[in-house]
């Protein structure tokens, strides 16, 4: 499946992101960039050096599951900007707390379109200096970090290859990224997104809500230039279905996989569960939440003072390769969080469709948007506003009374969502780069 044909197509994919780094940063572009050799096209990847993941979830075993032939070249970032959950400024010292403070601020409303745009020189450096690159037959970009949409359009200019733009998130108009940026950040982005949108010869969205955003603003560019490319899963990591319920467990198992922030906070699931303890204690021991991932230490501290302790758990990060087994065989309901705050309201996290793939019940917690729709269309769970405890104490509730019901529809929805397993995402993109590789764009 990983090895390229002697005539494969090459395909530049700019990716600030990428494996060794685990998680929703890289999952959808590991996925892709894996089958596409057994498709005809052959990745070269720029991606940034690995320290710059320090403080990330790595797992060096996925490099192993790319294809032969797949290239890989890693460079620094200049000046590289703090989060700003950065220590930078932190400490004792006030003044430093506020010098931190003030300076994340500032690198925030002046740098654009993000901290990363000081990749740029170095991996333009890099691009000169790799000939197998320059003679690929497209280039693909991917954000965010939409440096890398930048990085894309400088490339496509130098050596006059067509771009293909993919949106892993929306990038105008987006909570997540427009929030403490400054007017400099709502007059330059919409011109950035611009340009590199009418540079691309193909854009690629991963939800419908986010399609159907960027056709109507750019209504007057042709429809087709715009696809649906939605995040999948591997279905020869769920080929086998799971028990109806978790063995040997008397409580009903939900599950949550991935980090959670502040945001997108657990506190309404939290507060449904206080609420259904004071009605009937036994409701203590008929469910068990499970964490698996990075939370903020309030969470713990909130369930320590809720009396929630016997029914909540918060336990490790799984490497990618347990977690099929894990939603198979020890999880009964699998739990998403989603917030507009984070995303937008066109965003889908891409555990949702590891959930679909494991055929288990589906709660959802959200703000009212794409993936609440997106479930309700497949008949996959429940949904909740994300902080109404009553709503959610109400669907905790019925999954319980009506478990192996909601098993059934979850099963079903299991089978309509074939359409998303990764092998079809990366049989769109080769026939992609194939027809668009015979036309280059002019300098």
Known sequence: MNEAPTDAC???????????LAGGYTRRMHNLVRRLPGRGVLPHVLTVDERHYAELVCEPGLLDQLGVGVEIRRTPV?????????????GSNARG??????????????????????????????????PEAQKC?????????FSAHLLGLLASRLWGRPLILDFRDDWVDNPLFDSGRGLLSHILNPRLEAACVRRASAVLTATQPSLDRLRARYSDLPGDRFLLVP???????????????????????VRHLGSLSTNRSPRGLFEALHLLRERDSRWGRRLRIVFNGSLESANEARV????LTDQVEFGPFYPVDEVPRLLLE??????????????GDTAIPGKVYEYLACGKPILCLADEGATPAFLRSLQAGKTAPIGSAVAIASALEELDRDYEDELRRAQGARERARVFEYANQAAVIAELVRRLGGEPRPL
């Open 10 to 20: 090459g395909l530049l994919v700019i990716s600030f992101y990428f494996t060794p």
């Open 78 to 90: 200049w000046l590289h900007w703090p989060r700003r959950d950065s220590p930078l400024g932190s």
């Open 97 to 130: 707390q506020r010098g931190g403070f003030a300076l994340r601020s500032l690198g925030r409303a002046l740098i654009q379109p993000d901290r990363f745009v000081t990749w740029l020189p170095p991996a333009l450096l890099e691009l000169k200096r790799w």
């Open 137 to 145: 037959c497209c280039i693909l970009a991917t954000g965010p970090p």
């Open 231 to 253: 995040n999948g899963y591997c279905a020869e990591a769920f080929d086998r279905p799971g028990p109806s319920r978790s063995p040997g467990r008397d409580r009903l198992v």
């Open 304 to 307: 320590q003072e809720m009396g």
């Open 330 to 343: 020890e999880t009964d309901v699998c739990l998403a969080i989603q917030s507009n705050q984070e995303g």
